[in-house]
Each structure stands twice: as C-alpha cells, then as structure tokens.
Nanobody
C-alpha cells in the first residue's frame, strides 16, 4: 500500500524555522517527483516546492524562494522541506504528494491529481 506521512509541523514565531518530513512507505521514491503543497483556510491549494528523485531538479514557488529548501534522502525514502524566515502568510496545512508521470514544474503548478497524497501537517506562524 502506497503511503506518504508528513511530520514536523507546529507553531513557530515569525522569523523562525521548521523542517517538514515526508516519509514514503510501500514504494520507493526513486523516479518519482515529490511535491510540497499548502492550503490555508479560504485559499486555494498552492504548490510550494517540488523535487525530482531521479535527477534532483527542483522548483520553488516565488513566495518561498530563498527561504525554503527541498531535499531528498533516498536511503531513508524521505523528502524534507526546510522552512526558514517563516512569515504569518506561511500558515497552512502542508501536504506532500508523489507522482511518477510529471515534471517538477508541472507538478508544482498543476498539482498531482493522479498521485499519492499524505494527510497533511499543520504549520502555524504566529507571535
């Protein structure tokens, strides 16, 4: 059974940092594109960052460039999202998804309608 589990969310003050993890089980992330998405109350889901497990190419939304870093640990079958300089606007539920038939840009821009999704982890940035 394909499963993605996110962890690492929480409450952090503005300017703080969090590292999210997306652990895969039941399949190998090799040759998949993995993406982080977020959805705040009343807003549409947004592609935050995506990475290709096969070649390491990445994509970042303009809103997080220079602050967030996506990485992968193939041995641990896990993808990470390091989030620095967090702002209140970063508050959302963060989801990871995996899709084997897409590119990093296509996934982040158009989502993963046929991919596997995790259950999400809440990130709240507030003083």
């Amino acid at each position: 059974q394909l499963q993605l589990v996110e962890s690492g969310g929480g409450l952090v003050q503005p300017g703080g940092s969090l590292r999210l993890s997306c652990a895969a089980s039941g399949f190998s992330l090799d040759y998949y594109v993995i993406g982080w998405f977020r959805q705040a109350p009343g807003k549409e889901r947004e592609g935050v960052s995506c990475i290709s497990s096969s070649d390491g190419s990445t994509y970042y939304a303009d809103s997080v460039k220079g602050r967030f870093t996506i990485s992968r640990d193939i041995a641990k079958n896990t993808v990470f999202l390091q989030m620095n300089s967090l702002k209140p606007d970063d508050t959302a539920v963060y989801y990871c998804a995996a899709d084997g038939l897409t590119t990093v840009q296509a996934m982040c821009v158009h989502g993963a309608p046929f991919g596997s999704w995790g259950q999400g982890t809440q990130v709240t940035v507030s003083s």
